[in-house]
């Protein structure tokens, strides 16, 4: 099974900062990395596919990067409604494994 | 408006079954992978199982493998998780999620497209 690696686990950011979320695969995956956010008794919900694209509706904000083993989320301005827990996934192959999470808090 | 509704968790004891179902609207669902991903109380997503759009592929996590199966019924809308020899660390409220079209199926794997559409969950409690 492929591995999902992200960092930090939590991070402490405040209104208007930049922040950047890593995952990391275990093996080439391409571009076939997701992330979603989840706030707190919430479903998941899709922000990036395929490594960069933006998912619809998603505030244009949230950025994607990366190929191969490693990618980033990146949260150009951090706004209240973005506290939340942020996972990676891939979808390469089954099982579409998730990173396990990075929380985000307000510092 | 696309709409997943999960259904058929509850307390079961360890050793029992459970069959969860999702009932599906506001698109085709015949033209559309389905998934099943779970979340422990307070740990991370963790992906179940995916069946393809026809029925034809289904893929589990290896760790449940045999004791769990998905299936769907188009003609219903729904989709469906039997869950046997339930053991306390199924523990979880579990999530349908319909794929994003573009993923590709075939016995070896599902592979390509995010989960673009999640049900609200429905919490299933394995304990004695």
């Known amino acids: 099974d492929i591995q999902m690696t992200q960092s930090p686990s939590s991070l402490s950011a405040s209104v208007g900062d930049r922040v950047t979320i890593t995952c990391r695969a275990s093996?080439?995956?391409?571009?076939?990395l997701n992330w979603y956010q989840q706030k707190p008794g919430k479903a998941p919900n899709l922000l990036i596919y395929?490594?960069?694209n933006l998912q619809s509706g998603v505030p244009s904000r949230f950025s994607g990067s990366g190929s191969g083993t490693d990618f980033t989320l990146t949260i150009s301005s951090l706004q209240p409604e973005d506290f939340a827990t942020y996972y990676c996934?891939?979808?390469?192959?089954?099982?579409?494994?998730f990173g396990q999470g990075t929380k985000l808090e307000i510092k | 408006e696309v709409h997943l509704v999960e259904s058929g968790g509850g307390l079961v004891k360890p050793g029992g079954s459970l069959r969860l179902s999702c009932a599906a609207s506001g698109f085709t669902f015949s033209s559309y992978n389905m998934h099943w991903v779970r979340q422990a109380p307070g740990k991370g997503l963790e992906w179940v199982s995916v069946?393809?759009?026809?029925?034809?592929?289904?893929h589990y996590a290896d760790s449940l493998k045999g004791r769990f199966t998905i299936s769907r019924d188009n003609a219903k809308n729904s989709l469906y998780l039997q869950m046997n020899s339930l053991r306390a660390e199924d523990t979880a409220v579990y999530y349908c999620?319909?794929?994003?079209?573009?993923?590709?199926?075939?016995?070896?794997?599902?592979?390509?497209?995010?989960?673009?559409?999640w049900g609200q969950g429905t919490l299933v409690t394995v304990s004695s």
């Open positions: 999620a319909r794929e994003m079209r573009g993923g590709f199926c075939s016995t070896a794997s599902c592979y390509g497209a995010p989960s673009d559409y």
């Open positions: 395929a490594a960069s």
């Open positions: 996934q891939q979808s390469y192959s089954t099982p579409h494994t």
């Open positions: 093996q080439n995956i391409n571009s076939y």
């Open positions: 069946i393809s759009s026809s029925g034809s592929y289904m």
